[in-house]
């Protein structure tokens, strides 16, 4: 027999008048040990739903109320894309039976990977991936990211958003690179913090609110071979200089909730050190909210990294490092463990109501309490074309010209396009993972209205024969004889433009794993047949990460890395081809030229260092291009220069500041945006310093002559990087000023 809450229960916890501080300390005297515990774990959507499967997202109540009644089960995750009423239906029915069926009617909070927009939402409007908006270096893009997916859905009862990834895209053959918002700490802060704040901060979900998650933390970006979840290797003093800021501005925004590193640092899994989770994270970082592990976190404790001999024993040490909840997801051995421990003495009770507090003051906090029931009176917001159109803007900001060799791009209507490519004619290559499915769903399931390059190239060229080899019409560059291979290149000439759209096809966490950053043979294979036709050649990369293609380069007249630009993001391309858009992305990580030498821009003075042969046995400096594109590139169909940086002073004192100044001119013959990035580089260093660093940036929208003259403060708080315990080193010492080949000396007094 179970009574509802509502129609017996009037507790001080329930009275929305209270403190946030007084209902949670009414409600967790109220509390057994076991429905704390129940708080902090969190299941996956295939125990409560009817078949098991993650598509599935039908209810079954009775597990459901299994979980809730019996086990006190706060919150749930996962599911895929399906219709707003499904999941309303979903969620009003697990939302009933928490809130009225218990005894104290805690309602659940649901977590999902809404990563880019509503991505398990049919019909949402889907933004590019985070590379892409890297690309924008326009916060207002993951700003508009945040705020749409907010606003798609909260209403179906989505409270907790899986997003962003903080961590920094520091190694190219990482499976999550594309997540990331590139190689840059203050980048990737800028554009983290935004999205945080378009979360958390969304009007028009009031009286309710979101919490964001900053994942992954920390280090998890930055595997030494590259594989997910394999061994990273990081000193403090590297965490504190690269992986900590973009967490620590998400903080400081007042980022709700982090997930942790799957992996381990230094030997130690990240969910089990306490310096990373406790005295990193809380004591030094202030972050007040929840930490949760990532998917079955505590069992790989057991079955990935062996540091514990039994699921109780990481039950111990990951409660003990200073996890909130965790992502069990498919038992409840975490609870029963957890229960055991704490009857133990070994885990005190204290030690849970630290975690239950966070939790439950998320809970009231995001207005579970008063308002825990998803609605369904505002499904028309969902997709909405203003929403979409931000989409737009973002994929368009974010396409990349590489490589435009006697100005090919913009294309002129011409005769016959010949199209190829495993993207030219893929709505799902466009998004990767995390998009209507774990892994990408299937081509079928994404939305009819949504563009490919082809369909896209098709509308933008009305007057142009557009012809999509697929598969079947190319010979196999393996085995292809020479006189088919002259066949085939003759054929190839009667076109005006050859466009080859490859890349990657979705991949999600370890699926991502290779072990040759190169563009795939097949693709390269084919990509050189083309080349050897008279028609000039585009290619179209749109990949999670920079694929090699250092051996043909010479080979393209144009290159465009597309990236995974999302829904809108055909048209986006097919814009910047025809030269409605001008481009303005920017690499946000560096194109590397060869497979063995992954190195981000701001890596230390000492790797150009190497062995010259032509000059025995002397260790030289190597010249400045260990990428193929540097960060920071990115070509657009005007130019623009820069002169006239100036300093107001050569000198800095200890609070004061120099103020830089610097005229950006439009050179060319159209309108166009110009990203002017900011970067210092420290002569000399206690700790061993980058080249360079990236400490401001800012656009300038220019007509063609017209010139803009743009500034920015030096402070000493600029020069600043961190030792090994975090403390800010500011050097006395001579330090330059970069943007764009100009160069400025100045000194700290
Ligand atoms: C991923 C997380 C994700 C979680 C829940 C994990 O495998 O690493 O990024 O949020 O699953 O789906």
Request: proline share 5%; net charge negative.
């Given at each position: ?12 916890y ?8 007084e ?23 295939t ?27 706060g ?13 309303y ?21 649901y977590g ?7 991505s ?25 990211a945040g ?6 859905s ?35 802060s ?6 945080v ?5 969304n ?15 920390l ?16 000193s403090?003093?590297?965490?504190h ?34 310096d ?20 079955d ?18 039950v ?7 996890i909130?909840?965790?992502?069990t ?33 998320l ?7 008063e ?40 294309a ?25 499915a ?17 369909t ?20 196999d ?63 179209i ?10 051996e ?31 481009p303005v ?7 590397p030229m ?18 010259d ?14 990428s ?10 005007t ?33 166009g ?16 310093r980058p ?6 940036f ?22 600043s990087?961190?030792?090994e ?5 500011i ?19």
């Amino acid at each position: 027999m179970f009574t509802t809450n509502q129609s017996t229960l009037n507790y001080p916890y329930q009275n929305a008048d209270l403190k946030i501080s007084e209902r949670i300390e009414d409600l967790l005297q109220r509390m057994s040990v076991y429905e704390k515990i129940g708080q902090m774990t969190q299941l996956d959507i295939t125990l409560i739903n009817t078949t098991g499967k993650q598509k599935d997202v039908i209810l079954d109540p009775e597990k459901a109320r299994d979980l809730i009644r019996n086990h006190h089960i706060g919150s749930f995750l996962n599911g895929e894309a399906v219709k707003p009423g499904t999941w309303y239906r979903f969620m009003s029915e697990l939302t009933r039976i928490a809130v009225e069926e218990t005894r104290l009617g805690i309602p659940v909070i649901y977590g999902i990977d809404h990563i880019h927009g509503a991505s398990y939402l049919e019909g949402a409007t889907i933004f590019p991936q985070s590379i892409n908006l890297g690309a924008t270096f326009d916060p207002k893009h993951a700003h508009n990211a945040g705020w749409v997916t907010a606003a798609e859905s909260f209403d179906i009862g989505h409270h907790w958003i899986f997003a962003p990834v903080l961590d920094l895209g520091a190694n190219p053959l990482w499976p999550r690179f594309w997540e990331t918002y590139g190689e840059d700490p203050y980048l990737a802060s800028l554009m983290g913090s935004a999205n945080v704040e378009g979360v958390q901060k969304n009007d028009d979900i009031r009286p309710l609110k979101q919490a964001a998650t900053g994942k992954h933390f920390l280090g998890y970006s930055d595997p030494r071979h590259g594989w997910d979840r394999t061994p990273a290797h990081l000193s403090m003093q590297q965490i504190h200089e690269f992986h900590r800021p973009s967490f620590q501005k998400a903080i400081d925004a007042g980022l709700k909730t982090i997930m942790t590193n799957s992996g381990e640092i230094n030997g130690v899994p990240v969910v089990a050190s306490h310096d990373i989770l406790t005295k990193l994270l809380r004591d030094e970082m202030g972050f007040e909210g929840v930490v949760i592990t990532d998917w079955d976190d505590i069992g790989k404790l057991v079955d990935l990294h062996y540091t514990a001999g039994n699921y109780k024993e990481a039950v111990y040490s990951a409660v003990q490092a200073g996890i909130d909840m965790s992502m069990t997801p498919e038992h409840l051995e975490f609870n029963k463990s957890l229960l055991e421990l704490v009857d133990e003495g070994r885990i005190t009770e204290e030690r849970i109501d630290q975690s239950v507090l966070r939790i439950l003051k998320l809970k009231f906090e995001l207005g579970l309490f008063e308002n825990p029931f998803p609605r369904d009176d505002r499904f028309h917001r969902i997709g909405h074309p203003e929403n979409r159109q931000k989409a737009f803007e973002a994929a368009k900001d974010s396409i990349v010209l590489l490589k435009n060799d006697g100005n090919l791009l913009p294309a002129k209507q011409s005769k016959r396009i010949g199209l190829f490519g495993i993207s030219a004619n893929s709505k799902r290559n466009l998004s990767s993972g995390w998009t209507i499915a774990w892994q990408g769903g299937k081509e079928e399931r994404y939305p009819v209205h949504m563009h490919t390059i082809y369909t896209a190239l098709g509308e933008e060229f009305p007057e142009t024969e557009i012809k999509l080899f697929t598969k079947d019409d190319v010979p196999d560059a393996k085995t292809i004889t020479d006189s088919e291979k002259k066949r085939f290149v003759n054929k190839l000439n009667s076109f005006d433009l050859l466009i080859f759209a490859g890349g990657e096809e979705p991949y999600c966490e370890f699926t991502g794993n290779i072990s040759d950053l190169s563009l795939p043979k097949d693709q390269l294979n084919l990509l050189k047949l083309i080349s050897g036709s008279e028609t000039p050649v585009v290619l179209i990369l749109v990949q999670g990460r920079p694929r090699i293609i250092t051996e043909l380069i010479d080979d393209l007249d144009a290159v465009i890395h597309a990236g995974l630009p999302g829904f809108e993001g055909a048209k986006a391309i097919a814009e910047v081809i025809s030269g409605k858009v001008n481009p303005v992305g920017k690499l946000p990580f560096s194109y590397p030229m060869h497979p063995n030498y992954l190195v981000p821009y701001n890596h230390k003075k000492s790797n150009l260092y190497s062995f010259d042969p032509e000059k025995a046995n002397r260790i030289v400096k190597t010249n400045d291009s260990p990428s193929l594109f540097p960060f920071g590139h990115g070509l657009s169909y005007t130019t623009f220069s820069y002169s006239e940086l100036k300093l107001s002073s050569e000198a800095i004192r200890q609070n004061g500041s120099i103020k830089a100044t610097l005229t950006v001119t439009n050179t060319g013959s159209r309108a166009g945006t110009e990203t002017v990035l900011w970067f210092i580089s420290t002569h000399v260093g206690r700790i061993t310093r980058p080249v360079k660093e990236l400490k401001h940036f800012e656009k300038a929208h220019l007509h063609p002559g017209e010139s803009k003259t743009v500034e920015w403060m030096i402070t000493p708080e600029t020069l600043s990087y961190p030792d090994e315990n975090g403390r800010k080193i500011i050097e006395k010492q001579s330090y330059s000023l970069i943007v764009n080949g100009l160069k400025r000396d100045f000194k700290m007094e």
